[in-house]
């Protein structure tokens, strides 16, 4: 179970990340990026397109928040 919450965070963390670096990002490029992180580790692959999904989902409400908070 916590390698899973690993890997989730992993993935959470690359979205942010590559928010950060490429303003204008949108949840849609988002949802591409954990699929190529899925075929670049092979960690990443193990987890299933949901559980992926979902790490975006919650990096994408972290930025949203951010926006809301912030802007």
């Known amino acids: 179970m916590d390698e ?3 890997k989730a965070q992993f993935i959470r963390n690359k979205a942010v ?3 950060i670096d490429n303003q204008g990002v949108n ?3 988002l949802y591409k990026l954990s699929k190529e992180l899925a075929s670049e580790f ?3 692959n193990q987890l299933n397109s949901s559980a992926r999904q ?3 989902e919650v990096a994408w409400t972290s930025i949203s928040n951010f926006y809301r908070r912030c802007i």
């Open 4 to 6: 899973a919450i690993r």
């Open 17 to 19: 990340r590559y928010w």
């Open 27 to 29: 949840k849609s490029r």
């Open 42 to 44: 092979a960690f990443v």
């Open 54 to 56: 979902a790490s975006v």
